[in-house]
């Protein structure tokens, strides 16, 4: 297989270096590596320039976001396989070679592969990501028959950082979304579970930095009140929601409850900073899901409470 190996960073002078050799030092070699500099204002794509040279190839953006960087990367690859790698983590040696068993292993029909991982960076959270999202399989490899239910659930095991898939799937569904601020690997995931088979490793192939000390991470957005999450939650399940293929699934009330708690967690944020307009056009949307004016005035109050009572329970 051509393996065409993807990595967005944006200010990763410091890190970028580390994730780039675990692609090198793959014990199945990926055919190229792409750095997409997503607008870095710290040197980071001279700095691999000058360490790299050929070895890695560097595109330059503005400053768009890494949905665009991977798109603009995918559009730029040579491989007809496209794997994902985010600056700030790392791939074990034997993660493309084990991907390659398990898609093998398979069949033709599996056009995805993903594995699991492991969290780096002074998190609590001591499991893997298949633990974390209840996958169990006593086989080395396995498929996934049914990858809306854990989306559905609000658990996402399918981390870009993990994925090996064609990339004229890629091109199929159009890339990821490059609206989406965070979640835009669940909503690939999400258009591509409707095109091909999914299959796994069972194995912590990856390492997924979640060290909360960082300026710059997604553990940060996720854990704020900023609206750049909240919107593109609510753009996000609107979507699944409109989606041709789950009209009358018994999906479609799991999703819309996901966006209802998206609702009431922004109008929350935002009430909390006071602010009023905001709050009252994000309340808009949870009348357009039914709620009644004091439905939603009870609910704001009892997860306000609920929120003070665990705040006060002793670590």
Known sequence: MNISAIIPTYNRRALVSR??????????????????DDGSTDGTAEAVQSQFGPRVMVLR???????AA????????????????????????????????????CGDACGMCFTDSIYDGGTDNKVSVFQETGIQSAARFGTIAD????????????????LLLRRSLLCEVRGFDEALFIGEDHDLVFRLSFKTKFCF?????????????????????????DDRKYDSLQRLYAKWLA?????????????????????YSSTA????????????????????????????????VRNKVKKFRRSRVPA
Do not use: M
């Open 61 to 67: 953006q503005a400053n768009i976001g890494v949905s």
């Open 243 to 263: 989606a041709p293929e789950l009209t009358g699934s018994a999906y479609q009330p799991c999703i819309r409850e996901l966006l209802r708690r998206t609702y």
């Open 147 to 162: 990858p809306i239910a854990f989306l559905a659930s609000g658990w996402n095991p399918f981390l870009a950082q993990t």
């Open 269 to 300: 944020a935002k009430i909390h900073d006071l602010r009023v307009g905001p709050a009252v056009r994000t309340i808009a949307g949870l009348r357009e899901l039914g709620d009644s004016y004091s439905s939603i005035i009870s609910t704001l």
């Open 19 to 36: 994730a780039i050799e675990s692609v090198l030092a793959q014990t199945v070699a990926v055919n190229e590596i792409i750095v997409v």
């Open 201 to 225: 490793v069972a194995e912590p192939l990856t390492r997924v930095d979640r060290n909360p000390s960082r300026g710059v991470g997604l553990c940060n957005l996720i854990a704020s009140r």
């Open 70 to 105: 991977r798109n603009h990367g995918i559009h730029a690859a040579s491989g007809e396989w496209i794997a994902f790698l985010d600056s700030d983590d790392s791939w074990l040696p034997t993660k493309i070679a084990l991907q390659l068993q398990a898609l093998a292993a």
